[in-house]
C-alpha cells in the first residue's frame, strides 16, 4: 500500500522533484544501512580488565583540604 502511495503522489512531479525523492530516499537506505552496522559492533560484550590504571593515579594527601582560591567563599 505504502508503494502505491508513493508512486501516486511522484505521478506529477516533474522529474528534477522525482530525482530529488529519489536521492532522498537512498540517503535513507544508507542510514538505515549505517544503523544496522553499528548495532552488530555495539551487541558484542565489551571485555574490562581490572586494575588496568592500577598505580598511574596519585592522590595528594591534601585532596580534601579547600582551595585557597575559594577561602573568601568559606
Given at each position: 500500500?505504502?508503494?502505491?502511495?508513493?508512486?501516486?503522489?511522484?505521478?506529477?512531479?516533474?522529474?528534477?522533484?522525482?530525482?530529488?525523492v529519489v536521492r532522498?530516499?537512498?540517503?535513507?537506505?544508507?542510514?538505515?544501512?549505517?544503523?544496522?552496522?553499528?548495532?552488530?559492533?555495539?551487541?558484542?560484550?565489551?571485555?574490562?580488565?581490572?586494575?588496568?590504571?592500577?598505580?598511574?593515579?596519585?592522590?595528594?594527601?591534601?585532596?580534601?583540604?579547600?582551595?585557597?582560591a575559594f577561602k573568601e567563599y568559606?
Amino acid at each position: 500500500m505504502a508503494f502505491e502511495l508513493l508512486v501516486a503522489e511522484a505521478s506529477d512531479l516533474s522529474e528534477d522533484s522525482i530525482m530529488e525523492v529519489v536521492r532522498y530516499i537512498r540517503k535513507i537506505k544508507e542510514k538505515t544501512q549505517r544503523t544496522a552496522g553499528d548495532m552488530s559492533e555495539r551487541s558484542r560484550p565489551v571485555v574490562r580488565e581490572a586494575g588496568k590504571y592500577r598505580g598511574q593515579i596519585v592522590m595528594t594527601d591534601d585532596f580534601d583540604e579547600p582551595l585557597d582560591a575559594f577561602k573568601e567563599y568559606m
